[in-house]
């Protein structure tokens, strides 16, 4: 690989964003396309499926042959609150291919024995995000029911853009939520994005079943997540 494509490729990775690099099969000629950036035409539309999809393949575009060799950042799930639909979101999330993390600064509830092998921070949302900021490539689930735990971090996420941000409630609950979070400056068309309730609609009861249904909620908003490479 060129050494400026190889540079732009380890500051991408470095910064968690995601990359596809376009190798010509006819002249072997590289270039590093990150995502945002904008790409014209038919192979703007390749890259699209491809930072959509994840996979490397070979495309042919006007008739160029080119390999399309996709660098996602791994995703992953933070969670607000160490409840019982986090510890078995904690085991179901591995299974799809995300890292997951749980904070809560409540300590009787973050303990180790409720959540072993579990990445989990015993400490306040704020505090803990500081140090390890949310990104583009983050889900954050806020399911304490406390707006002293919940709403800073899911204003975060909205300033952030993580690509998913549910939070557990009902609508009324939820309403009183938005009004909170313009407190904190997010806008309505932020707002909208909150998935709440959080979940997709299966008719969910158990903390078990929230939890599955929140992750499929998941995985639907990364691969219809919005992208923006085609010019």
């Known amino acids: 690989m060129q050494l400026e494509a190889l540079v732009k490729l380890n500051a991408a990775r470095r910064d968690r964003k995601a990359a596809v690099v ?30 959509r999809s994840g996979k490397v393949g070979t495309v042919d575009v006007e008739g160029q042959p080119l390999f399309l060799n996709v660098h996602l950042p791994p995703p992953r799930i933070v969670v607000i609150g160490a409840v019982h639909i986090s510890q078995a979101l904690a085991q179901l999330a591995p299974v799809a291919g995300y890292d997951l993390t749980i904070i809560d600064p409540r300590t009787a509830f973050a303990t180790e024995e409720r959540f ?24 954050l689930a806020a399911v304490t029911h406390d707006p002293k735990i919940d709403d800073f971090p899911l204003s975060e996420a909205l300033r952030a853009g993580c690509f998913y941000v549910g939070a557990l409630g009902s609508r009324k ?36 079943e929230i939890a599955l249904a929140t992750l ?11 992208l923006v490479t085609t010019g």
């Open 216 to 226: 499929a909620q998941i995985v639907q908003a990364f691969r219809r997540r919005d």
């Open 116 to 139: 072993e092998g579990v990445e989990l921070i015993a400490d306040w949302p704020e505090d803990v995000l500081k140090d390890r900021p949310l990104d583009a490539y983050t889900a």
């Open 173 to 208: 609950t939820h309403a009183k939520r938005v009004e909170r979070l313009k407190e904190l400056g997010r806008t309505d068309n932020e707002i909208g994005r909150i998935a709440a309730p959080i979940g997709l609609d299966i008719g969910a009861a158990s903390p078990a």
């Open 22 to 51: 376009v190798t010509d099969l006819s002249d072997d000629k590289v270039q590093v396309i990150l995502e945002g950036d904008a790409v014209p035409g038919p192979l703007g539309e390749e890259v699209v499926k491809a930072f």
